[in-house]
């Protein structure tokens, strides 16, 4: 277990003073106000989609990730659809409007940016975090001048019921974070509405393309979320991060610069290093921000990201089982070539990374999903790799997705079928 009182965090990125002395207080913080010995792993995610894009956004998580199916409830506003990995891993939960023209928080901040306005209510929510004591966490995060969604004024109530609460969405990310006592294992514990099951056709769709990957051989070697990755503006990097060091039990696993595109990448991640039981949080920011960009015309594909589509979740990393495939390729490798050959799924350049005999690691962007706005990336840490990313991919990855991101695509979703 890392103690984030004596670690000193990796990387090339310089912090500023304000930054090293708040890190410290708010870790002498969460242990003082209890927060720490309360919460937790990571328990799930959240996406929303827009009305109407909910099965197939289901058949895209099935052919590209582990998460299967498991319970579904409807709301006065949502149906809810909740996934599960097989492995310990965070559940996701999947949320659709039951009025197309449904608006709230989301809704709103979409509308403001022109690469989101179409699918004006598809956004990443956030993270939930396991706590021993939902209502005293809440307690001391509001004395922490923290802010949670109010009963009152909150169209959807998934973001406060009875057994999950969420902060309002943070002004730096536009995301929002979930607590709840209860360990996912019985959804309907949860209280999320009334439940309800796919019909036998729908069922039927998703079962094809769960055989798909199956008959293909690919299903067993993803093995879950390694990372989320959250891009923001270079002014607000640091309050970010503090912001997300308060609200969780993670701790500043380190930044680097990453010079060839005028970015940093900044980690974090659970105190006992296991990814995949609850993945890190990372945040992209430009270096040199837009407004003075001028002066030396630098790459600048992450701030134009957040021009473009607003502060918002860039991508959901999975994990691929390291190896080598029977058929003479990586794991990694044998996952793409299937996806992109088989599944119709685009991807973005190349597999970046060379694992031959050395410790090493390999990983590919998706082009952005249409139905989540969400990237996909694959990860495979190979012979051991120990580190969590290499500056050489991020700036190879970063540049592969500028060059999809800098305006307005209507792109077409994945189209997964099974066939």
């Known amino acids: 277990m890392i103690n984030p009182l004596t670690y000193a965090p990796k990387g090339d990125k310089h912090n500023s003073e304000y930054f090293e002395e708040y890190r410290i207080k708010i870790f002498e913080r969460r242990k003082q106000s209890g927060l720490e010995d309360l919460l937790s792993d990571i328990v799930a995610i959240a996406v929303q989609v827009q009305t109407g894009d909910a099965l197939d956004y289901l058949k895209e998580l099935y052919a590209m990730t582990p998460y299967r199916y498991k319970n579904s409830y409807i709301t006065k506003t949502h ?99 979930g607590y709840t006592e209860n360990d996912l294992v019985d959804f309907d514990s949860l209280e999320l509405g009334q439940p309800f099951r796919l019909t036998k056709a729908e069922e039927k769709e998703l079962q094809k393309v769960d055989q798909f990957t199956i008959d293909l051989g690919i299903k067993p070697l993803i093995k879950g979320i390694d990372h989320m990755a959250t891009r923001i503006l270079a002014g607000e990097r640091e309050d970010a991060i503090l912001e997300f060091l308060c609200l969780s039990n993670y701790y500043f696993w380190g930044a680097y610069n990453i010079y060839d595109m005028n970015s940093s990448t900044n980690v974090n991640r659970a105190p006992h290093g296991d990814d995949i039981r609850s993945p890190a949080k990372v945040f992209t920011a430009n270096n040199t921000p837009y407004m003075v960009n001028s002066f030396k015309k630098l790459p600048m594909p992450t701030e134009a990201f957040v021009r473009n589509y607003g502060r918002r979740m860039h991508h959901i990393a999975m994990e691929v089982v390291d190896g080598d495939h ?22 973005l350049a190349k597999v970046f990374g060379a694992c031959s005999d050395q410790p090493d690691l390999q990983q590919i962007f998706s082009k952005h999903s249409n139905l989540s706005l969400l990237i996909t990336e694959y990860v495979e840490r190979c012979h051991g790799f120990d580190g969590f990313f290499t500056k050489e991919n991020v700036a190879a990855l970063t540049e592969a997705a500028g060059l999809d991101e800098e305006v307005k695509h209507h792109h077409k979703h994945h189209g997964i079928t099974g066939d």
């Open 79 to 177: 149906k809810i659809y909740c996934l599960v990995n097989p492995v310990k891993s965070p559940a996701f939960f999947v949320l659709e409007p039951l009025n197309p023209h449904f608006t709230d928080d989301i809704t709103r901040i979409n509308k403001m940016y022109p690469n989101a306005r179409e699918k004006f209510n598809a956004r990443y929510i956030g993270e939930i975090f396991k706590t021993k004591n939902k209502k005293e966490t809440k307690r001391i995060l509001m004395s922490h001048d923290f802010v949670f969604h109010d009963p009152a004024i909150t169209e959807n109530k998934f973001y406060c019921n009875e057994k999950i609460e969420f902060t309002r969405m943070s002004d730096f990310t536009f995301n929002s974070m």
């Open 326 to 347: 029977k058929s003479g390729m990586k794991n990694i490798e044998f996952v793409i070539n299937n996806l992109r050959d088989k599944a119709h799924v685009d991807f």
